[in-house]
């Protein structure tokens, strides 16, 4: 490629990016920005709508698990208390 040619794709390049810092700047790219943010907003809304709703589900097996395991440990207990009680009768 000739210097010529190069120094005509750098004038062209210079160009297209000032025309593009005007479009992107435009009040109608302002506008498209603005419902972008909006829209991601919302979205985070919902993520931590869900999220909240994640945390509160966990808690509820938590405590479904522990109520579980300390039934199972009485039961425990009582048999063993049943075993110790059949000992002493024989």
Do not use: P, W
Request: with cysteine; net charge negative; glycine share 8%.
């Amino acid at each position: 490629m000739s210097t010529l040619g190069k120094v005509g794709l750098f004038i062209g390049g210079a160009l297209f990016g000032s025309a593009g810092v005007k479009i992107l700047s435009s009040k109608d790219a302002k506008n498209v920005y603005v419902h972008c943010t909006a829209a991601g907003l919302r979205a985070k809304d919902c993520v931590l709508d869900t999220a909240t709703m994640v945390q509160e589900n966990c808690s509820d097996i938590y405590a479904q698990a522990q109520e579980i395991n300390a039934e199972r440990e009485r039961e425990e207990a009582e048999k063993v208390v049943e075993d110790i009680a059949e000992g002493a009768e024989a």
